[in-house]
Nanobody, 125 residues
Framework: VQLVESGGGLVQPGGSLRLSCAAS????????MGWFRQAPGKEREFVAG????????DYTDSVKGRFTISRDNAKNMVYLQMNSLKPEDTAVYYC???????????????????WGQGTQVTVSS
């Protein structure tokens, strides 16, 4: 599976960004998808996950109410809409995929098989 993220950049606190992840080389609708992030000097952390159908989503507490994960199985795309961004959201954001039998979300990075190259998000005034 090949995953390519886009949409990162520099934004002021309180601003918004929409990250996109394009998937190829797989039957996309068979995959649970996730967004993770890694800030300098910190471990990679789960941000949001979405089930195969898109009907189940999960978020880490620090982004609930601000970020929204969605997917378009017809276009092989997954998105992360990020609103009310804070400086602590600054990190490299990664898209991840794992083939799943069940319609479920997964928050553990080691359970994912495929990763994108990452896109930098910087929140600063």
């Amino acid at each position: 599976v090949q995953l390519v993220e886009s949409g990162g950049g520099l934004v002021q606190p309180g601003g918004s960004l929409r990250l996109s992840c394009a998937a190829s080389g797989t039957i996309f609708s068979f995959n649970t998808m996730g967004w993770f992030r890694q800030a300098p000097g910190k471990e990679r952390e789960f941000v949001a996950g979405i089930s195969r159908s898109g009907g189940v989503t999960d978020y880490t507490d620090s982004v609930k109410g601000r970020f929204t994960i969605s997917r378009d199985n017809a276009k092989n795309m997954v998105y992360l809409q990020m609103n009310s961004l804070k400086p602590e959201d600054t990190a490299v954001y990664y898209c991840a995929a794992v083939r799943s039998v069940r319609d479920m979300t997964i928050a553990t990075a080691t359970r994912y098989d495929d990763w994108g190259q990452g896109t930098q998000v910087t929140v600063s005034s």
